[in-house]
């Protein structure tokens, strides 16, 4: 067989290659949320408020918002109380974050995707409503796979 000086020298490139080339990179969680309806200061300002609400209740103090947590029968996550599972949600992880459409003048519902254990696992999906003021009314979350199901 003979080979022209090209195929030869891009055949060797190949074979003394790093084998991490060959090797798909990890799948990260973005640094920056993906936005839907609001800028990135207004997201930061609601996974502040957010956390905000994690670091009272944490601390015992009094927070009065509606708080409820749910997921598959089947899944273990049934089994956490829907306060524990508030407290230990990674807000550091926090995938996407949209403002989602509505008439009431008196609400104003958010939707958070937070990837506890990144892209492709399990997540938690988030409603988070503003009341008038801009104070926590409810935050209702939902343990579940990734779309597509």
């Not at 969680?29 to 309806?37: E, K, M, T």
């Amino acid at each position: 067989m003979i080979f022209s000086r090209p195929a030869l020298i891009a055949a060797t490139a190949l074979l003394l290659a790093p084998a991490t080339l060959a090797q798909p990179a990890p799948n990260r969680v973005a640094a920056q949320p993906q936005l839907r309806g609001l800028t990135a200061e207004e997201a930061a300002a609601l996974i502040a408020k957010v956390a905000d609400a994690q670091a009272k209740l944490k601390s015992g103090e009094p927070v009065v918002f509606e708080l409820l947590s749910g997921a598959p029968a089947f899944y273990p996550m049934t089994r956490t109380a829907p306060r524990d599972a508030f407290l230990r949600l990674p807000l550091a992880k926090t995938f996407s974050v949209e403002r989602e459409a509505t008439d009431n003048k008196l609400w104003q519902p958010y939707r958070l995707i937070v990837l506890p254990d990144g892209p492709g696992k399990l997540l938690w999906d988030l409603e988070v409503v503003l009341g008038i003021n801009g104070q926590i009314e409810r935050i209702e979350m939902l343990y579940r796979p990734p779309a597509p199901f």
